[in-house]
Structures are given as structure tokens and as C-alpha cells.
């Protein structure tokens, strides 16, 4: 009460000048009073409009509605919500404000209700929300990263850019998630299954054998000839040497974020300060990355604070190199106990990854469950809860052998992916 009292007064003194001197301006009032433009003006546009100067007139003025809103009715509630319901169903699909308020004139055509309806599009939408109809989107938070160790984790990824007339020129980005360390990187003018196979051996040559290679589900890395999470030959080569892969979600490039900000950091820091036109002027720009971003360019993540990773971490430890011996099935263990649906065509087979495994016509058009089971190399096939067939596991190898001829043997595995995926883009006009 005290501030309004002070207030008050300051008003009152606004007045008295106004009567004394009329040809002041408003910005002299303001200096002799102490207060701004702004409340001046207001103030002596309250007075003058005032057709009787009372005390009331020098009071604030309280800002509360005047006329509060208008509840909405309970029946126009129940209304909104059975016509949420109702016309859903009618147009199959989830009926909006819109389609509510559409809804709501045609009933008003044939009725006449005894509660007022609503007809603002946010007050079928508050509704909505009140009803429990349309929930709230949950906020997005991040979750703080935890770093591996040193070069125990990478990530990898692919990233393009185009020359124009001379076409595209991709690259292939490992980056140590520990100390965010581009580890290795190479161009071309674009990658296949087989292809993206040689660039993770020649990374493995070079740099040695991580614990974790973390990729998302790009067609050539993960994609199988089933298109499902069957193992492709990069992943089953993977788990052969020993390393674990990691598959991010589709659409979550959060899940890799060390190399999608090396992308970036290539795309438009390092490439568009030259703009190569050329493809052999572009692999000679992209040989010259490493040195400037392991070395030169500080990384503003928590890892290496505001430090070039070869200045944050100058030494790396040695990792394990490639084998000279293999199983090639040991893959297998890891993918013991999976359960792979399949539908049985009308010929009575189905097909798990490049094979065709028989199980009669009888049962064609249903959908089996087929569990693969990794001690006895065999495939169990049940319908509704009964065994049906027991069948070996086809394309296996059975014994150990040289990497090298095993290196053999996985590059053509994926070479006939990628012939199947061209087959699939032919006949369907997607990659997928």
C-alpha cells in the first residue's frame, strides 16, 4: 500500500505541472520528474481524458479481465469427445479441430442444444487436450555422453558432396568416440556393399581391431538380402574378428554424434574453403584433412577441452592387428536364440538371407517362426507353437580357414547383396 501511496503522488506532481506549465513537452516532464518518456505519456493521457480529476484517477488500474472467458459447458465437452470418436471412424483416420468443428455445424443443423457450443478451433483443441485425446509432446532431453575409452569405440559413416559436372565424391569418416580422433578417411566416387566391405578391412589394416564399431543402417553397411536383422556380411564379418557392432536406430543421428560433427566439419568448414570442381582435385583436398583436425583445430566437445585431439590425447594405444586364421562361423554365437519371421510362399519355402529353405506346400501363405539355433547349426521351424521342421543352416563354412581366403568368401557375399539390392531398386524403385 505503501508504493501505491508513492505512486500516487508521483501522478499528483505530474498534474500539478500540467497546470503550471501547459507548454512543456513531454520529455521536460519526464527530466523534472525523474521518470521516462514512456509513463509520462500514459499518464498524461489519463489525466487529459479524465472528465473529472478525482483521486481515483492518479490509482492504478487493475489488469485483470473484466469480463472473464466463458466456461465451456460439460455437455459441449462430451459432445466434442464423441465426435472425435465418430468421425474417426468415419474417415479413418484421427478427426482433428477441424474436422470437429465441421462436425459440430452439421449437428448444430439438426439440433438445437441447450448449451453453447464452442467454435474456435483452440477451444475444440483445449478440449482434445482435456479429454486425454491429444496428449502432450514429451520435451526431448538429452542425455550427457559417456565416453568410452581411449580407441576402444569408433564410429563410421559416409558423407557426399558434388563436383557438378564431374559427379559426386564420397568419403568414408572413422572417428574414435573416446577422444573424438578421426582415425581414418578416404574418398571415391562412391561405395556399394562390397566396396564399403574393403574400406572397413583397409581401416583395419591400417589402425587395427577396435572393441565396438558403431554405424547406422545404411543399406550397404547393414542391409541383407531379406532386408530384416539378419546378419549382413559386413556385420557377420564384424563379429568373426571379434568386434562388436553397434547399429543405431533409423533416424538418430544423436546415437553417432563424434562423426556426424566430423562430417560436418569436412562438408563445410574444410571442403567449401576450397570447393573442389574436380574429383582428383577433391581426394587431394580430403588427404590433407587429418593432419588439420586431428592437430590443428581445437574440439569444443568434453573430450578433448577446446584441445586438437593429438594435443588432448598425443599418444594412442596399439590395438590388436588382423588375424591370419578365422572361424568363419562364429558369428553364430551371437546370433543364438534370435527368432526370424517368415511368410511360406505358395511354393512352400521361404528364404533367409540368399537361401531358399523348403517346408511344404501344405502350409503355404502362413506365417512361420523360425529360431536359429547356434550349437547345432540348425533352423527350428514352428507354426503356431508345434515344431514343424528342423533345417541346417545353409552357407556356412564349417571349419576355420586363412582370413585371406575368408576375406575371399565375404566379398563376394557382398557382392551379391548388392546385386540383389540393384534388382530390388529395379523392380520396386527403392533401396530399402
Known amino acids: 500500500m505503501g508504493n501505491e501511496n508513492v505512486w500516487v503522488l508521483e501522478r499528483v506532481k505530474l498534474y500539478e505541472l500540467m497546470k503550471t506549465h501547459p507548454d512543456w513537452s513531454l520529455r521536460h516532464y519526464g527530466r523534472e520528474l525523474g521518470h521516462d518518456l514512456q509513463w509520462v505519456r500514459r499518464w498524461s493521457t489519463r489525466i487529459r481524458s479524465a472528465a473529472t480529476i478525482t483521486l481515483d484517477t492518479f490509482r492504478s488500474r487493475s489488469r485483470a479481465p473484466h469480463h472473464p472467458p466463458k466456461r465451456i459447458p460439460e455437455e459441449a465437452k462430451a459432445l466434442v469427445g464423441e465426435l472425435r470418436q465418430v468421425l474417426s471412424e468415419r474417415f479413418h483416420r484421427r478427426a482433428g479441430a ?103 578391412v583397409r581401416l583395419f589394416e591400417t589402425c587395427g581391431l577396435p572393441k565396438r564399431l558403431r554405424f547406422d543402417r545404411d543399406v550397404r553397411l ?38 556426424e560433427r566430423c562430417i560436418g566439419t569436412l562438408k ?20 590433407q584433412f587429418p593432419l588439420y583436425y586431428n592437430n590443428e583445430r581445437p574440439h569444443q566437445g568434453k573430450a578433448c577441452a577446446n584441445q586438437p585431439p593429438a594435443v588432448a590425447f598425443p599418444v594412442v594405444p596399439t590395438l590388436p592387428s588382423l588375424p591370419q586364421q578365422v572361424d568363419p562361423d562364429e558369428w553364430l554365437q551371437s546370433a543364438h536364440g534370435r527368432i526370424y519371421r517368415r511368410w511360406v510362399n505358395s511354393s512352400g519355402t521361404i528364404q533367409i538371407d540368399r537361401h531358399t529353405y523348403s517346408i511344404g506346400s501344405a502350409y503355404a501363405k502362413q506365417q512361420v517362426l523360425v529360431h536359429l539355433d547356434a550349437k547345432q547349426h540348425m533352423f527350428l521351424v514352428s507354426l503356431n507353437g508345434q515344431r514343424l521342421k528342423q533345417l541346417t543352416i545353409q552357407g556356412l563354412y564349417r571349419a576355420p580357414m586363412d582370413f585371406a581366403v575368408y576375406l575371399t568368401q565375404i566379398r563376394s557375399e557382398a557382392r551379391t547383396v548388392e546385386a540383389h539390392h540393384r534388382l530390388w531398386w529395379g523392380q520396386t524403385g527403392r533401396l530399402d
Open 268 to 287: 563445410h568448414e574444410w571442403l567449401a574453403r576450397f570447393a573442389p570442381t574436380a574429383l582428383g582435385e577433391a581426394l587431394d583436398v580430403l588427404a
Open 98 to 200: 477441424k474436422t470437429i468443428l465441421y462436425g459440430l455445424q452439421q449437428y448444430q443443423k439438426l439440433h438445437t442444444p441447450a448449451f453453447t457450443l464452442p467454435k474456435a478451433l483452440s477451444t475444440i483443441t483445449q478440449i482434445l487436450h482435456e479429454l486425454g485425446w491429444i496428449t502432450p509432446r514429451c520435451s526431448v532431453t538429452g542425455e550427457p555422453l559417456v565416453l568410452p575409452e581411449l580407441m576402444e569405440e569408433w564410429e563410421m559413416d559416409f558423407g557426399e558432396i558434388y563436383l557438378g559436372e564431374e559427379g559426386v565424391l564420397e568419403f568414408f569418416v572413422v572417428v574414435d568416440r573416446g577422444s573424438s580422433r578421426l582415425v581414418y578417411l578416404e574418398g571415391g566416387p562412391g561405395y556399394n556393399a562390397e566396396t564399403a566391405l574393403e574400406a572397413v
Open 222 to 259: 547393414w542391409g541383407a538380402w531379406t532386408r530384416d536383422s539378419y546378419p549382413s556380411p559386413l556385420v557377420r564379418f564384424l563379429r568373426v574378428l571379434g568386434v562388436e557392432d553397434i547399429i543405431c536406430p533409423p533416424h538418430r543421428p544423436d546415437k553417432e554424434p563424434v562423426v
